[in-house]
């Protein structure tokens, strides 16, 4: 899978929860979930475990703690796929 | 310092915390513990959900690092509203006021003394519902430190925390903002 792959995939796990469209439209490794998607908390648990179903890993606590933005994401993904 | 936060229930829908791996990822064995053996657990949920978020907003403003961790802020109910929570070696008091339609934490030291008020909102815009929020908390000040509105801005500092200024000018007056669904809540301290 290619980052531009992983970004778009992540694109659409956050689609729903997202409150703001341009910086949706604009999303790079840069954005911030909640400062820049306004993304609220409650619902940064359900990428979490979207993430999890989507990419069948685990996402343990000292992980989750990170996910603030889409380039943590993608980090915590791309190492939790490679130790499978 | 102090910390709030607002929880919609009418939108925080059920199937939310009962989706598969929620209370796992959110809650500590003990809380989860609490919310399984609980009359109300989904009121529950919400009910410790904006302890931990009203904490951590109050552990921001005290230079505390930023992260998603809503399992360690360690949550004790002494009575339906009011509690503890603990992180790292900080421990913070909260009272909260429930009914039917939502949830309202304010976290504090060891006590709170100021003004909280809420906003119903029309526009579900996130933009639109920040700026009537942001609004409200200036009147408030305003009216009670009779302090001329147009005067008073709020600016995000480096770390993304809000900050009140008065002709350019920092106040040091402790405040909180929040705003869920279909509900905004300020809070701030009288010094």
């Not at chain 1, 689609?15 to 949706?24: G, S």
């Not at chain 1, 979207?50 to 343990?60: A, C, H, R, T």
């Not at chain 1, 992980?63 to 889409?70: A, F, G, N, P, W």
């Not at chain 2, 906003?119 to 908390?137: R, V």
């Amino acid at each position: 899978m290619t980052q531009q792959e992983l970004i778009n995939k992540l694109k659409t796990i956050v689609k729903p929860y997202i409150q703001n469209e341009m910086a949706f439209q604009n999303m790079t490794p840069e954005t911030d979930f909640i400062n820049d998607l306004k993304i609220n908390s409650a619902n940064l648990v359900d990428v979490v475990l979207d993430i999890e179903d989507e990419f069948d890993i685990e996402m343990d606590t000292q992980s989750m703690e990170k996910m603030l933005d889409v380039k943590s994401a993608m980090d915590i993904i791309n190492t939790k796929l490679k130790n499978i | 310092m102090v910390g709030n936060d607002i929880v919609d229930l009418t939108i925080t829908s059920p199937i939310n915390w009962q989706r598969n791996g929620f209370l796992q990822k959110v809650f500590t064995p003990t809380e989860q513990h609490y919310i399984l053996n609980s009359e109300k657990p989904f009121q529950l949920v919400w009910l410790l959900w904006s302890m931990k978020e009203s904490a951590y907003k109050m552990y921001m403003q005290q230079g505390g690092k930023r992260m998603f961790a809503p399992q360690k802020f360690e949550c004790f109910l002494e009575k339906a509203d009011k509690g503890m929570v603990f992180v790292e070696h900080l421990i913070y008091q909260t009272k909260s006021k429930f009914t039917k339609k939502y949830i309202h934490t304010i976290a504090y030291k060891t006590q709170f003394e100021g003004i909280t008020k809420l906003i119903s909102f029309t526009d579900t815009s996130e933009k639109n519902q920040s700026k009537q929020t942001h609004m409200l908390l200036k009147e408030e000040i305003a009216k009670h430190k009779k302090i001329k509105l147009d005067s008073l801005t709020i600016l995000k500092n480096k770390r993304d925390i809000p900050q009140l200024y008065y002709n350019n000018k920092r106040l040091k007056i402790p405040f909180s903002i929040s705003h869920h669904g279909t509900y905004g809540a300020i809070v701030f301290c009288q010094i």
